[in-house]
C-alpha cells in the first residue's frame, strides 16, 4: 500500500496500482510496475541472444583495442557498446539458429581516416609480418598515423594487439605471437589512427593465416 507525504497534493511512497511512488534525493518520482514477460524464449529473443553472443565472444578478447578503435562514438555510449551496435547490425550471417559472424564485414576500429591498402601478410619464427602500400597524402592520410593491428586465436578464444604500431610510412609492422599459438589459424585486422588520437580508419580484414 502506498503512503502519500505531504497531503493529497504531495508525493507517496510504495506501490499504488501499477504506480510506484518514491523520492531520490529529495525529489518526488512515479514510476509504473514493468510488466512480466511471460514467455521470455520466443523466437525473436532467442534470435536476438545468439546474434549477441556471437558478437561478444568476438570483440570481447581485444575491448582494450576496441577502446581504441571506437573512440569516436564513445560519446554517448561506450566504445565496447557502439562497436557490439555496428557489428550486430552489419556482421551476423545466416538466418536463426545458424548465425556465423561474417569477419569480412566486421570492424574492429571505425572512422573516416583513410584505411589500409594492398596489405598483406605472412608468418615466420611466432611472428607475423604485415606489409600495405604507403597511401600517405590521399585524403587525410598522413605519414605519421599508427598502425592498429589485431591477431585474433578463434580457437582459442584470444587476440594479441598493437594500438600504437609503425607509422604509415614505413609500411611494413611485425608483432609478435604467443609460443603456443604456432600451428593455430588466425585472423588478421589492420586499420590506422592519426599521431594525436583524433582520427581513426575502419579496420580492413586481411584475412586467415597459420602461425608458424
Do not use: C
Not at 594492398?118 to 605519421?144: H, R
Not at 593491428?149 to 604467443?178: C, F, H, Q
Not at 586481411?206 to 602461425?211: Q, R
Amino acid at each position: 500500500m502506498g503512503k502519500i507525504q505531504q497531503g493529497i497534493l504531495g508525493g507517496f511512497s510504495g506501490k499504488v496500482g501499477t504506480v510506484i511512488g518514491g523520492s531520490w534525493k529529495g525529489v518526488s518520482y512515479m514510476r509504473s510496475i514493468p510488466k512480466s514477460v511471460h514467455n521470455p524464449q520466443t523466437i525473436g529473443q532467442m534470435s536476438q541472444r545468439s546474434k549477441f553472443a556471437l558478437v561478444i565472444n568476438l570483440l570481447k578478447p581485444m575491448s582494450g583495442f576496441i577502446r581504441v578503435g571506437y573512440k569516436l562514438y564513445s560519446d554517448k555510449q561506450t566504445a565496447f557498446n557502439a562497436a557490439m551496435a555496428y557489428n550486430l547490425a552489419n556482421a551476423i550471417s545466416g538466418t536463426y539458429p545458424d548465425y556465423s559472424i561474417d569477419l569480412s564485414k566486421v570492424l574492429v576500429s571505425r572512422g573516416a581516416l583513410p584505411a589500409v591498402v594492398n596489405a598483406q601478410a605472412t608468418s615466420a619464427n611466432g611472428a607475423i609480418k604485415l606489409t600495405w602500400e604507403d597511401n600517405s597524402g590521399v585524403g587525410s592520410a598522413k605519414q605519421t598515423d599508427k598502425a592498429l593491428v589485431v591477431v585474433y586465436n578463434v580457437t582459442k578464444g584470444l587476440a594479441v594487439y598493437d594500438t600504437a604500431g609503425v607509422e604509415r610510412m614505413v609500411a611494413t609492422d611485425t608483432i609478435s605471437i604467443p609460443s603456443d599459438w604456432v600451428g593455430d589459424s588466425v585472423e588478421l585486422f589492420l586499420g590506422f589512427i592519426s599521431e594525436d588520437g583524433k582520427e581513426v580508419s575502419n579496420s580492413v580484414y586481411l584475412g586467415t593465416i597459420t602461425v608458424a
